[in-house]
């Protein structure tokens, strides 16, 4: 029973008295001694004593922790704050006041605000120092996986931020330099391999594989190595077409030669013009895609070879084909030259072979050059020669047409005859002035050019002196037989004489017609287009030939049929008209 009512207040409420209270009943109960009894509550004093220490204990040690924790948030603040750079930060308390937990959790938003922001920051840096050592690393050449970069935590301050970004910028700008010096090689690489006709793709992925047109921009590699093989590859294509551009201008240039040399025709010449259209451009200016390939200039060797080999076979052709070019321009000009002997200095000069071809014909150019040179100054003169010769045709056709007796009957073509009359007697009254001024015309070019001005090997001053005095001479006979007619025509009035005593009829003389230079070149049928210096034989000619023709009937009747109108209407109206005499 009184164990039971000794349980009992274990079922209320429990505190140190009532276990104390009850611990006494049960010694009672037992009967322990004082003794046993105060030893027993020294022990319980001990006992509760070591709990009381290991609470302080353990108090002082949870105390020292929040102090410590309190201690480390400050620093950690500070650190943050420093390593953020910011000299302060809303929402951190003033005052040091309250409990250490008050601290702490006054402490604690912040710290996690700074917290959440260092990591923020972190992420940042990381970036951008990801990208930097990227874009280094693609500079610098190194491929693969890069490990990440590490973040200085103690310096996460926006100007330092500020600074990887300014770096990031300026490496950004020379990765877009150099992504634009790549793309210009690629571009003067293809070019220059399509002039040359290389392939483009084998010879920029030689550089670098990234180079390839299937590979992205930015993927291509911008590093010193690839930039520097790059700026080789460029100088020696533009190095290789160089070369090919000199080697085909040289061939080029003794293409147009040998062409020049056998006279090649247009059609010929055209099968390499895109060869000789580049004989004097620049190395910058030959951009046609295929120009300077190795098949066009094997082909040009073997057609300037093929060209060697056939001059030597047409070269007397071609000599002979400048001579005959020659020959005509002095048959132009009148200047009289022995073709024969300089056909025959031609071929020995070829047989020989102590003249280079080319020389040979440079010489016969330049000496062509000069026969125009000589034909040109001698044309004014050559001119009026010919105006003179027509002239001179005009005169003796109206010295026969005077002599025809019947000129003025009403026969078929009279009236043209008549007119034609007309014209050349205003032609005949311009030949003294027109002879005066070839006179004075060739004594200048003479003093000109210090030689005889020769007309078909004749010269040309005695020409037209022989001319003025077979002139003369014919005016004077004209005179005396004006002179014989009136002494005539006096005795023919007188009464007739004594039968026996009448003189005989006196020998009508003949008139010495003036001989000039005919159209077709020649003087009294000759044809070396020239007058004879005999003026005895031209007169002695003249008169056998006006004997004969006074013992003809008279002209024929259609002599219109010999008409000169074409031949003397180039003839200058404004040369002054001398008195007849």
Same mark, same amino acid.
């Given at each position: 029973m009184a164990a039971v009512d000794a349980e009992k207040p274990l079922t209320g409420q429990i505190t140190c008295g009532s276990l104390l209270q009850q611990l006494q009943q049960i010694w009672d109960e037992v009967g322990e001694s004082d003794d046993d009894r105060d030893k027993m509550l020294l022990q319980l004093e001990q006992e509760c004593l070591d709990v009381y220490k290991r609470k302080v204990d353990h108090a002082v040690k949870s105390r020292a922790l929040l102090l410590q924790t309190l201690a480390d948030a400050r620093v950690e603040l500070t650190n943050l704050l420093s390593a953020l750079g910011e000299k302060s930060y809303v929402g951190i308390p003033e005052k040091t006041s309250g409990s250490i937990k008050e601290q702490l959790a006054a402490i604690a938003p912040a710290l996690e605000k700074l917290w959440k922001q260092k990591d923020e920051r972190m992420k940042e840096f990381s970036d951008v120092q990801s990208?930097?050592?990227?874009?280094?690393?693609?500079?610098?050449?190194?491929?693969?996986?890069?490990?990440?970069?590490?973040?200085?935590?103690?310096?996460?301050?926006?100007?330092? !931020?500020? *600074?990887?970004?300014?770096? +990031?910028? %300026?490496?950004? @700008?020379?990765?877009? =330099?150099? $992504?634009?010096?790549?793309?210009?090689?690629?571009?003067?690489?293809h070019d220059l391999?399509?002039?040359?006709?290389?392939?483009?793709?084998?010879?920029?992925?030689?550089?670098?594989?990234?180079?390839?047109?299937?590979?992205?921009?930015?993927?291509?590699?911008?590093?010193?190595?690839?930039l520097?093989? !790059?700026? *080789?590859?460029?100088?020696? +294509?533009? %190095?290789?077409? @160089?070369?090919?551009? =000199?080697? $085909?201008?040289?061939?080029?240039?003794?293409?147009?030669?040998?062409?020049?040399?056998?006279?090649?025709?247009?059609?010929?010449?055209?099968?390499?013009?895109?060869?000789?259209?580049?004989?004097?451009?620049?190395v910058d200016e030959v951009t046609v895609p295929g120009a300077l390939t190795l098949e066009i200039i094997e082909q040009t060797e073997v057609e300037v070879e093929r060209l060697d080999q056939l001059k030597a076979s047409r070269m007397k052709e071609i000599a002979f084909k400048k001579q005959a070019e020659l020959e005509e321009i002095f048959a132009h000009a009148h200047v009289e030259i022995d073709t024969e002997a300089a056909r025959a200095k031609i071929l020995e000069l070829i047989d020989s072979g102590n003249l280079e071809p080319a020389d040979l014909l440079t010489d016969m150019d330049n000496r062509i050059v000069k026969a125009k040179e000589e034909a040109l100054s001698r044309k004014d003169i050559l001119d009026k020669v010919e105006?003179?010769?027509?002239?001179?045709?005009?005169?003796?056709?109206?010295?026969?047409?005077?002599?025809?007796?019947?000129?003025?009957?009403?026969?078929?073509?009279?009236?043209?005859?008549?007119?034609?009359?007309?014209?050349?007697?205003?032609?005949?009254?311009?030949?003294?002035?027109?002879?005066?001024?070839?006179?004075?015309?060739?004594?200048?070019?003479?003093?000109?050019?210090?030689?005889?001005?020769?007309?078909?090997?004749?010269?040309?001053?005695?020409?037209?002196?022989?001319?003025?005095?077979?002139?003369?001479?014919?005016?004077?006979?004209?005179?005396?037989?004006?002179?014989?007619?009136?002494?005539?025509?006096?005795?023919?009035?007188?009464?007739?004489?004594?039968?026996?005593?009448?003189?005989?009829?006196?020998?009508?003389?003949?008139?010495?017609?003036?001989?000039?230079?005919?159209?077709?070149?020649?003087?009294?049928?000759?044809?070396?287009?020239?007058?004879?210096?005999?003026?005895?034989?031209?007169g002695s000619r003249s008169i056998n030939r006006d004997r004969k023709r006074d013992s003809t009937p008279a002209a024929p009747v259609n002599y219109v049929a010999m008409s000169k109108d074409d031949a003397v209407s180039h003839i200058s109206a404004t040369e002054p008209v001398p008195s007849t005499p």
């Open positions: 990208q930097i050592q990227k874009i280094c690393s693609e500079i610098a050449g190194i491929s693969g996986q890069e490990e990440s970069p590490a973040v200085d935590e103690c310096d996460l301050s926006l100007k330092k !931020l500020d *600074e990887f970004h300014a770096q +990031l910028q %300026e490496l950004q @700008k020379e990765k877009s =330099e150099r $992504l634009h010096m790549i793309l210009e090689f690629v571009s003067t690489v391999c399509a002039v040359l006709g290389l392939d483009f793709f084998s010879t920029v992925t030689q550089v670098h594989p990234s180079l390839n047109d299937s590979a992205g921009v930015q993927s291509k590699s911008i590093s010193n190595d690839t520097a093989r !790059l700026s *080789e590859t460029v100088l020696s +294509l533009k %190095e290789d077409k @160089k070369q090919r551009l =000199e080697k $085909l201008q040289e061939l080029a240039t003794q293409l147009v030669d040998l062409w020049n040399l056998m006279d090649t025709s247009e059609e010929e010449r055209s099968l390499f013009d895109h060869v000789t259209c580049n004989i004097s451009a620049s105006k003179w010769m027509s002239a001179c045709e005009e005169e003796s056709w109206l010295e026969d047409y005077n002599r025809d007796e019947n000129r003025y009957n009403a026969s078929r073509g009279a009236h043209l005859n008549l007119k034609r009359a007309e014209k050349a007697r205003i032609l005949v009254n311009k030949i003294p002035a027109l002879v005066d001024s070839l006179v004075s015309k060739t004594r200048t070019w003479e003093q000109d050019n210090g030689i005889t001005f020769a007309y078909d090997g004749v010269p040309l001053l005695a020409m037209l002196d022989e001319y003025v005095l077979l002139r003369h001479d014919r005016e004077e006979e004209k005179k005396r037989m004006r002179d014989q007619k009136k002494f005539q025509e006096q005795l023919s009035k007188e009464p007739e004489p004594v039968f026996g005593s009448t003189p005989s009829p006196a020998r009508q003389p003949s008139t010495k017609k003036v001989v000039g230079p005919r159209a077709n070149g020649s003087t009294n049928g000759t044809t070396n287009r020239r007058l004879s210096l005999n003026a005895h034989q031209n």
